[in-house]
């Protein structure tokens, strides 16, 4: 299983950092940021592949960065100049979780203006 964390308040413009520990999972090629605001439906915002290459939604580019790898067991997804419409509960997952439909607790970001 997959277990997020780093969530929490931050002002406009702050950062954060969310981790994500696969529990049991020994290799993993793919891993991505997948996240949900209240209302809206779920998005992808970064991923990355164990070749280290990445990509990530439009609203976040410049601001994102993903990283991390199956061989540390961690993904990372480090978040600069956040804005209030990065408000949601934030998840990771791989390609077939996401297939099967099977999410973590997830970890929740609050931007206040």
């Known amino acids: 299983r997959l277990v997020e964390s780093g969530g929490g308040l931050v002002q406009e413009g702050g950062s954060l950092t969310l981790s994500c520990i696969g529990v049991?999972?020994?290799?993993?090629?793919?891993m991505g940021w997948y996240r949900q605001a209240p209302g809206k439906r779920r998005e992808s915002v970064a991923n990355?592949?164990?070749?280290?290459?990445?990509k990530y939604a439009d609203s976040v580019k410049g601001r994102f960065t993903v990283s991390g790898g199956s061989a540390e067991n961690t993904l990372y997804l480090h978040m600069n100049n956040l804005k209030p419409e990065d408000t949601a509960e934030y998840h990771c997952n791989t390609p077939l979780g996401v297939q099967l439909d099977t999410w973590g607790q997830g970890t929740h970001v609050v931007v206040s203006a």
């Open positions: 990355i592949t164990q070749t280290g290459n990445t």
């Open positions: 049991g999972i020994i290799r993993w090629d793919e």
